[in-house]
Each structure stands twice: as C-alpha cells, then as structure tokens.
C-alpha cells in the first residue's frame, strides 16, 4: 500500500502535500481496520476465545450467568468432573452426547478444576451451549444455607472423600441457585427431561414398590427449590468428613424422608432413572443371557428417563458388544461412529 503514494512535485507542492495527508489518512484507517478486522472476528467467531474469557465479566455476572443469561436455554444441565482430565473417556463424553441429543437448545456447565476450558469445542462447533467453569465454592454457596460449612474448609479438605462431597455442594448450590439438572457423570440420557420438575429418583424399593433408599446422581429442581434449601441446612449442620454417602445419596433419603410429597418433591421410581441396582450392573456389561438383556432392555426403552450405570463399581469394566451396556452407550450419542474399547 504504501507505493501507491503520490510523487511529490516542485509545482504542484501545496496540491500533493494535500493529497499526501489525504492518502496517508486513508492508508492509516486501511490499517487500522485490517488490524482490528484481525483482532476481532476469531474472538467472536471462536467457542474458544469465548470459553477462556475471565471469570468475572464487565457486567458483575460469573461467567456461568452470563452464558445462561445469553443463550436463551430451555433447561439448564449441571455436571462436575473433579478427576484428572485424561480419564474423561468416550463414556463420559456420551453422557454429553446423550443430554445435548435430547435438549440440543438446553446449556449445559462442566465445573472442573482440571478439563481444559476449551475441552468442549467439538461441541459447541456443532452450536450446542456448554461451557467449562472452574468450580468457584465461595461464590456457589454465597448466600446459602452451607455458607457457614465453607469456613472449616482448610479441616474439610484433609478428608479422604473431599472432592465425592465438593460435588455433592456443587449439585445442591447450582440447582439452588440457578435451577436445573444435576447429573453425575455416570448417566446416559434416554429421554425428554423437560417435563420432570422438582424430582429425585428411587435407588432402592421395598417389596411394594415404597422407596426405601434414594440418591442424588440425577436431582432435578427449580430454582430455590425449598427442598434443595433443606437438603443444604443438612449439609450445613450434619457434615461428616468421615464418610463418603453420609452427605450425599443418604442425605438425600434422610431429607426427602421428612419432607412433604408433591409439587415441591416428587420421587420416582426405580426405572426412571436406576432401572438396574449397582449390585446387578456388571452382568449388563457382558454378552451373556441375551434374553434376560433384551427384557431389561424393552423395558427401559419404555419407562427410564436416564441410566445410572455406577461407574464406582464399573468404572473398568469394558462393554462387550452385544451387552444391554454397550447398546445404551451407542444408541443416544451425537458422534456414534466414535466408539472405541471404552464404548
Ligand atoms: C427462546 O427460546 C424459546 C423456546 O425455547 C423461543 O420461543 C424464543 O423465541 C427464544 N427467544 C429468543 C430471544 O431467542
Ligand atoms: C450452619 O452451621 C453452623 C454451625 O456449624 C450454624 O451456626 C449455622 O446456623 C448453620 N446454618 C444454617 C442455615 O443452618
Ligand atoms: C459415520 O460413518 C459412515 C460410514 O463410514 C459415514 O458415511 C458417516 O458420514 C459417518 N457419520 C458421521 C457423523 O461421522
């Protein structure tokens, strides 16, 4: 660009110092504009610049907030992964899959303190909503009924079973504040979960059908859900640092048990979404009874919202083609032909 100036001549001196400025201006907004044009389009073009934006954001909301409050979502889904990065294999990754297949207009939020922000990207290429957070404790619970837990956060943290109750914190001060879905990572979605509000699922139930234990893996509740309110009074005041399920799936059971049915909590049973106990799982990772897989299978075809496969006892136990397992994790995903020995 610069050859382009024009030659200055003794007899036209006053004319060309004129056209020089002239041209020097344009020249110097050609610039400007390439270089802004540069600068600006990848940020706003890219999930990633969007993803690794600071935390607190010029309007005084989280980053969370602002992404909420910006993409219009139908429901709101809530995970954590607090394990190191490289174990999120393929079946987790389902887990998304299968929740953005069936809610392609839902957001979801990975609070992790090890995933890459931009962990994600593939999907929100694809123009679906998530992001990664780093799970901010303080700033969840501000304003909770747990606040006062975190101040005992330095004894907390030398329990052997801190991040299980760190996620157990996160579920109840996000749907708290933000209202939603909570879901461990060990789930594949089957269905519409749109229509379930203030909702909690039977792990176990009696001879007749009564829930005797529930759990906390899948809670879905509305925003300052009176029940979640409860559920964090406990948590507050009967933390034990000594146990893993005292302050998550039994807090759920000893809550909802002195807690009114209805509106504000309704209980599901058992297919909805633990359609196979954790002491029956591991058979459905094999290829074994075929008939007996097909039957469970139909039903919950049918009748299960989502499946909890208890990774805590099957975390490495590889589905064998032909197994009720394999077939869920392959038949409500985005990128189906990705499967590999873990899927
Ligand atoms: C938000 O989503 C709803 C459906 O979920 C749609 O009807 C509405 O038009 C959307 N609003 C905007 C501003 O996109
Ligand atoms: C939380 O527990 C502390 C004692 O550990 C108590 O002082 C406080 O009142 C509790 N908060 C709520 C909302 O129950
Ligand atoms: C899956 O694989 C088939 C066959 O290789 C191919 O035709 C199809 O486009 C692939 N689909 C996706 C989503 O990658």
């Known amino acids: 660009m610069p050859g382009v100036l024009p030659v200055a001549s003794v007899e036209k001196e006053k004319k060309t110092q004129k056209h020089v400025l002239i041209a020097a201006g344009v ?25 690794t ?8 909301l989280s980053r969370v907030e602002e992404f909420l409050a910006a993409s219009n979502c139908s429901l709101n889904f809530f995970l954590a992964w607090t394990t190191a990065a490289n174990k999120f294999v393929l079946r987790y990754r389902r887990t998304i899959e299968s929740t953005l297949k069936f809610h392609p207009n839902g957001c979801l939020v990975v ?51 801190f991040f299980s109750h760190i996620t157990e914190i996160i579920r109840l001060a996000t749907l708290f504040k933000y209202g939603g879905v909570y879901l461990d990572t060990d789930v594949i979605v089957m269905q519409d979960l749109h229509d379930l509000h203030n909702v909690v699922g039977t792990e176990l139930a009696g001879a007749r059908g009564e829930s005797k234990v529930l759990n906390g893996a899948v809670l879905l509740f509305d925003r300052g859900s009176r029940f979640i309110y409860e559920a964090m009074v406990e948590f507050n005041t009967t933390y034990r640092i000594d146990s893993w399920g005292w302050n998550g799936p039994e807090l759920v059971t000893r809550v909802a048990g002195r807690f009114p049915r209805g509106a504000e909590l309704r209980i599901l049973p058992t297919m909805a979404f633990y359609p196979i106990h954790w002491a029956k799982v591991a058979k459905y990772f094999r290829d074994e009874d075929p008939e007996d897989q097909h039957i469970v299978w139909s039903q919950m ?12 006892i099957t975390k490495k136990l590889v589905p064998q083609p032909g197994s009720l397992m394999y077939k869920v994790l392959n038949n409500y995903c985005l990128m189906c032909n990705d499967t590999s020995t873990d899927g």
């Open 111 to 161: 609070y992790s303190p090890t995933l890459e922000l931009n962990h994600f990207q593939v999907f929100w290429d694809m123009g679906y909503n998530i992001i990664v957070e780093r799970p901010d404790v303080p700033y969840l619970i501000a304003g909770t009924p747990a606040e006062k837990w975190y101040e005992g956060i330095e004894e907390w943290r030398k329990g052997q079973y």
């Open 53 to 60: 934006k600071a935390r607190s954001t010029a309007s005084g």
């Open 27 to 51: 020249i110097a907004v050609c610039v400007l504009l390439f270089i802004s044009i540069r600068l600006v389009i990848p940020a706003e073009a890219t999930g990633k610049d969007v993803a």
């Open 301 to 312: 075809a049918k009748e299960t919202y989502l499946f909890h496969y208890w990774n805590k």
